[in-house]
């Protein structure tokens, strides 16, 4: 046969590269030897900036101490959206390293020029750049003549994963040393000259407004600046931060609210999801070429409650004004995104708003960050040109906030005569899970739906499935059935707000579809291992589930009270896979005394930062487990303090061991959400395993296993 | 306003304030040192504990006046950069912690368990952190954290 070769594919930049390819805007080299690196991604915690150091320093062969992470700011950073989704690796880091081989590049040819020598024949160690005859320069040598404001060129070969030296090894977490000695690190631990206090009155009642506010009380606190009041937005500046919680709380009791909007019934979350009007799409199908006949059909409906970010600090920003501009200071995860709506609430030009990054607290999604910085910017209005420090108080934080939307999730499998699984039906129910900012015409931001003139509230919607899904991420099974039909149920209401929570949708229906997937082995007398293996061809997802069990020795022999189970799942369907094997304990409680996980994020740049993810990762979700449910009344938000909104505690954590499957030749993806879905759905099916009782209503606690057990007899 | 002494981290201090404000409003507004973290300010988080004679406990719950006369201790006394405390060090090694805004009370809760028992089992580390929380998940690394520093110090 006589057929033409397809051409190639031209080569492309990364996506982050191709949105931002000016060379200067990622790297600034200076002639005391120092490199700034500037990502758009930044540190919540999760140790990314020092990955992305990594790379940077390994692709230009200089040591990390060269390397200076420049925080993420409006005015000069690469627009790089939000940090979330698990996305940074894929995102910045391919960027980077593609623009630190180009310019890498870029240097030794402006070598070879000034040292007489070809380029091939240069070598590059710690940025000192020799030749042949022992000829030198380097990085630094050459900083001020070699100019990146260039763009980057596609086709550029990064080093060979052999020759990398930095990445694939641990190394110490850059930031780690100023926060164990105390140092200000945190936006929270910032004072800057003049810098005034803030804090905002909002109702306990849901969406009460403001109908009376009497100032006086207020205004006899000493230091009191401003009241602030534009509709039912309020709030006070003060010169002192004591000032502006005795001022807030006297303006509490100036003010008089309306009723608030009535809240769904805390009890029964399935009938409130599923009654609510709803845009209904069909998110996947499959239809079997054969389709084997249905001898029965089993049907099982699971729920997850509405989760708390509940970061360890409350929410912080500060804002300045100077005429008609204004700078912000914020821990958002997109301070572009932040801008966009700050500028629709502001009606400025995006030119006028600077917004820069500094470290918050650990976010697990979109917290109330955002909401701080619009409060502080309103406030910051009455500062005469001062700087306004706001900080939100415990309360506002655990009910102010966005929550992760709780769900309601129904699967029905169609079993054949021999119990094999012929058809799969999966439907979800759920608000949005992602209402985020700067994506919208409208803005997404909590004062932008109390001031006088309103925005409309924003309902949460779904990101695409391309991009990982929403209420629907992860509904899709990995296993080979042959037929299936997945349908997502988005609520159009919403009474109380949601969006994005660390694996979005995805920890509801791992845990749903790894259940129902554990009760259908059980049921055929099958292990649930074995079971898994069967139904599934991708080799990386056996691989982690082979290894989980060989780790945890599966299956312990059996103990009375103690239970052991599997959970696995690849973090939507396209990111790191992970399994986890649960020991449980029952007794009063129920007790997690044992995670054992193995993980394939393809190559792994800082196998301990990895480690230190998923090991994260399985103990929030043991804590949202055993422990986390939003709680209200008809009328507002009760679970706003660490009593009525526990979580997990120093002696009750499980221990917890991680397997790496390395895999260097595969691109890496990140590693921060993987463990959640697998270690919900582990411990779900350990207790089973402990006491043959289903729970399919989440959290796992005393009532729900009594509640379960009620259902069953 | 009337004054209050107390020594801090080891130095004479004279705070002119009201006796009733918080041990962490003084130290973060007043002074200036924002080591001590606010998390709760109900005393629930433990983000802010400092070292209260040999006891650690949460500032945002200790009024001034309680503290006349007293030795208190905050992670900016702990250790420095040229002197790190052994658990400073040690939470570097184990890389203990992920966001970090937790660890300046757990350090001192540590430092506190360390004072009154040098060889605490990993139970009695755990029952010790077990009024600090810690969102991130990091809680097992913290715990081996301090039985590494444990056995630092005992080897001397």
New interface residues.
Partial sequence: MNQQAPDPSPPKLPVSLAANPRLSSWLKFSSDGQVAVSPGKVE????IVTALAQIAADELDIDLSRVQMVRASTTASPNEGVTSGSLSIQQSGRALRHACAEVRRIFLQQAAERLGVGVDALDVEDGTISGPGNVRTSYWELADDVSLDRDATPGVTPKAVTSRTLAGH?V??V???D????????I??Q?LPGMLHGRVLRPEDARARLLELREDGARAVAGLVAIVRDGSFTGVVSE???GAELAVQALRKGATWSDGDLLPDEGDLPSFLKSQPAESTIIDKKTATSPGAAARTIRRQYTRPYIAH?????SCAMAQWEGDRIHVWTHSQGVYLLRADLALVLKLPVENITVEHM??????GHNAADDVALDAVLLAKAAGGRPVRV?W??QGEMSDAPFGAAMAIEIEADLDAQGEIVGWRHAIWSNGHAARPGRAAQPALLAGFELANPFPRMISTNPPQANGGGGDRNSIPLYDFPSWQIESHRLTTMPIRTSALRTLGAQGNVFAIESFIDELAAERGEDPVAFRLRHLRDERAKDVIRAAATRARWKPEKQPGIGHGIGFARYKNTGAYCAAIAEIESAEEISVRKLTLAVDVGETINP?GVI??I??????AT?WVLKERVRFDHRRITST???EYP?????E?P??EVEIIQRPDIDPVGAGEAAHGPVTAAIANAVFDALGVRVRHLPVTRDSIIAAMELTS | MPTVRFHLNGAETEIEADPD?SLL?IL??QI?M?????????G??G?CNVIIGDHAVPACDTPLWSVAGKDVT???G????ER?HPL?RA??TE?A????????GI?MSAAALLKRNSSPTS?E???A??R????????????RAVLRAAEEMAAG
């Fill in positions: 919540i915690g999760q140790g641990s110490q977490r930031d780690i040393p926060k164990v000695l105390g140092r200000p690190r945190f929270h631990d004072a002192t931060e004591p509940a970061s360890i600090a409350p470290e918050g607290a650990g976010c697990y900080q108080s415990r301990d230190n993810q090991e994260g990762g399985a103990i929030q804590s303090n660490w009593t979580i997990l505690r120093f002696s954590v221990d917890v | 404000r409003d973060r507004g200036g924002t080591g001590p973290h606010f998390g709760c300010g109900a629930e988080c983000a905050t992670i900016e702990l250790g420095t950069i790190p400073q939470f570097i890389q912690l992920q966001c970090g805004y937790c660890v300046s350090l139970r580390v755990k029952e952190l077990d600090n929380l810690c969102r991130c998940g990091s809680h097992n690394r913290m715990v």
